[in-house]
């Protein structure tokens, strides 16, 4: 089997359907809905197709789950222990473990949700950021940025179940979220041990992380108001080993995505 | 024949073709024996996309006047393309429900900007169970009954209520009422009462 | 109740456990490094393969069975030091150069078509290979000196018990027509072709077969 799969190779079944994120950016639609008042974006019953919106975002959540779980996968085999040393592989295989228990959920929330396997697109930018050739890299990525990700998109998702009185959602993203803290506890844990004597390394892996945190705050995706979608979720950022330094910076940089989704759009507009 | 005219005649920002979603709906509204005297106006609001999908029904002045966004019939798989199953069961529920409006038992029901997503929600369960039992509409149902529970309840009074109307053939206005209410009693979680979906406040530009 | 300070048989009468063993501490040793390198490179090939099959199902179990293969190699490799090898990463190698071909025969197919392959290579072939080595570890070691190797063993038999049967289900499934069956039989006998000049995943005598097999490379 060849190291380092590129993500155009990623196997799926006939259900399953690729999109580009390119093709959401350019979407002409973009510039005229920012114009729109379609009131607050948060998840709720009452508020605008909540449902399909949540059934949108689930669907999402499930094809980013099967991407974690190849990712760890490929961690776990690109490397020889030079490179990735055994105890990490170890981990690596652990939530090789979780992330299939996640996918395992999702679907079964899925159908609750009336959701079918491939009812929506499939973007792959979880898994490219799973590519990086150094997997100090790979951990700030995935686990450190994308995962924390997942935690304030689970803890979402979870207080959407409690004001909807869902008993199904809450529970099951109450479990994955658990799962998750600890996934960004590894991914924590290894950039400090792989990167104790090499400043260098470290901060290149960083800024990775910086990048993949900024690329997901796009035009205002997660951020700390009403507006977005996807809240910060600052209590579980620190049981995960954020300080609260890391997560004022998070909260800039979509601060910061959210300004130049907007500068994009409206520069977009008058081109 | 039932004489359909749509809003707009191009569509500029996505690859909908409003002559064949007018044909659709000609279809539709044969299969759902339409009263042929009453014209239908559509409007499609093209610039929201997937996933907020949304629509309303109403009968004013003598003739149906559907509004929808586009996303309630775009392709989950080929954005800004047209899905004509999706459009065909979106032009189901509408006319269906116009169509309720009209002779149905709804003649009182207010207009749909004033109705809550709770009502709306039994309302089109209703629609849905109906449109299943005819020909050539492809209902989701597992969405429908998310989106019914969602806005009804997470409990056993609702499902029975949504298996009820489901079934049914001949709910009322004052049904629904009666329905909502007892919902309102198993589930007295405080709801926004506000249509907030709808077009008044997704149309609006800031 | 009888005198509690009454003197008993220090063994209970239906506790057999015999000393010696087969084993001494260093051939333990070896064995349990050899374990631990097969562990290891079963369960990075499992992660590998995730992104390379379509099936749904498949790609879950794998990503289950991954961390269960990885934990295995874990408990070997807590047990090296206990056995005196400190370097837990010396004994952690191959048996001989056919079990190293072995290997990397079994982790070769890449491409989306070929899951029966994959899965032939782990549930037909190395799974029962690594149940038939455990289980003479167990049955041949003395359950009083190597009993942590032995606790170690029982746990890790379960699992691939359990897996194998999961494994052989799923290759049950996925196997419909005379050609994918004829898939399956030609790779169970190419690995096993190697597998048998290894002599097993320890080597000559893994299951205490003492005749000299030619061409392993020991
Ligand atoms: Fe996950
Ligand atoms: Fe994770």
Redesign the pocket.
């Known amino acids: 089997m060849r190291k380092q799969l590129p993500p155009e190779m990623l196997a799926r079944d006939s259900r399953f359907v690729r999109t580009s994120i390119m093709d959401q950016i350019l979407d002409p639609r973009n510039r005229k809905i920012s114009e729109r008042t379609i009131g607050p974006a948060k998840l709720a019953p009452g508020r605008p197709a909540s449902a399909d919106r949540a059934r949108n975002l689930m669907h999402g ?1 499930f094809t ?2 099967i991407q ?2 190849e990712g760890a996968g490929r961690t776990a085999f690109d490397f020889d222990e030079t490179e990735a040393p055994f105890a990490l592989k170890l981990d690596m295989a652990r ?1 090789c473990w ?2 299939a ?3 395992e959920i999702s679907i079964k929330l899925g159908e609750w949700m009336g959701t079918e396997i491939g009812e929506f697109t499939e973007a792959t930018f979880l898994y490219e950021a799973a590519c990086a050739p150094d997997p100090v890299l790979r951990l700030c990525g995935v686990n450190r940025a994308l ?1 924390g990700l ?1 935690i304030d998109v689970f803890n979402t998702m979870k207080e959407f179940g409690d004001v909807s009185g869902d008993p199904v959602l809450e529970f099951c993203e109450d479990w ?1 979220l658990a ?2 803290v600890t ?1 960004v506890k590894m991914g924590s844990d290894w950039l400090r041990r792989l990167t104790a004597d090499d400043p260098e390394r470290r901060e290149r892996a960083l800024d990775f992380q910086r990048t993949v945190d900024k690329l997901f705050s796009l035009g205002g995706f997660r951020g700390e108001t009403e507006e977005n979608p996807i809240h910060l979720a600052r209590k579980m950022r620190e049981m995960a080993g954020f300080s609260t330094t890391e997560i004022d910076e998070i909260a800039e940089l979509s601060e910061l995505a959210r300004a130049e989704g907007q500068a994009a759009v409206e520069a977009a507009g008058s081109a | 024949m039932t004489v359909v005219s749509i809003v707009p005649e191009l569509f500029t920002l996505i690859e909908f073709d409003a002559e064949r979603i007018k044909e659709i709906a000609s279809e539709v509204a044969k299969s759902l024996a339409f009263p042929s005297d009453v014209d239908v106006h559509i409007e499609v609001d093209e610039v929201l996309p997937a996933p907020l999908n949304s629509s309303q029904a109403d009968y004013l002045g003598g003739r149906a006047e559907l509004w929808f966004t586009g996303g309630a019939f775009e392709d989950t798989h080929k954005g800004r393309h047209i899905d004509e199953v999706l459009a065909r069961c979106g032009l189901g529920e509408a006319l269906l429900r116009v169509k309720d409006r009209i002779s149905g038992g709804f003649e009182d029901a207010p207009n749909d900007s004033e109705i809550s997503e709770r009502q709306r929600a039994l309302w089109d369960a209703y629609a849905d169970g109906r449109l299943t039992r005819l020909e050539g509409f492809v209902v989701r149902e597992p969405r429908r009954r998310y989106v019914y529970r969602l806005e009804c309840g997470f409990n056993d009074v609702a499902d029975a209520a949504y298996d009820q109307l489901w079934a049914s053939d001949a709910t009322t206005w004052a049904d629904l009422l009666e329905i909502e209410a007892r919902l309102m009693e198993a589930d007295p979680t405080e709801r926004d009462a506000k249509p907030s979906a709808r077009r008044i406040s997704l149309r609006q530009t800031q | 109740m009888s005198d509690p300070f009454k003197p008993r048989p220090a063994f209970a009468p239906w506790d057999r456990r015999e000393l010696p063993g087969l084993f001494d501490v260093e051939e333990s040793a070896r064995r349990v490094g050899a374990y631990k390198w097969i562990e290891t490179r079963l369960f990075e090939a499992l992660g590998g393969w995730i992104a390379t099959v379509p099936e749904l199902d498949v790609k879950m179990i794998l990503g289950r069975h991954c961390y269960h293969h990885a934990w295995h190699a874990e408990l070997f490799d807590k047990r090296l030091p206990e056995l005196r090898e400190m370097n837990t990463d010396r004994l952690c190698a191959p048996a001989n150069d056919a079990m190293e071909e072995f290997v990397e025969a079994l982790r070769e197919p890449d491409a989306p078509e070929l899951t029966i392959e994959k899965l032939v290579g782990v549930f037909r072939v190395l799974i029962p290979r690594k149940i038939a080595a455990y289980t003479f570890h167990l049955n041949g070691t003395s359950r009083v000196t190597d009993a942590p190797t032995e606790r170690s063993l029982e746990f890790i038999l379960q699992d691939e018990w359990n897996d194998w049967r999961e494994g052989e289900m799923l290759l049950q499934s996925l196997i419909d027509t005379p050609e994918e069956l004829e898939r399956a039989i030609r790779r169970q006998h190419e690995l096993e072709a190697i597998v048998v000049r290894a002599g097993g995943i320890t080597g000559l005598g893994t299951i205490g077969a003492t005749t000299e097999v030619e061409g392993a490379g020991v």
């Open positions: 959540i980013g789950e974690a779980l939530q979780d992330e228990r996640h996918v995962e997942a994955m799962d998750e996934h």
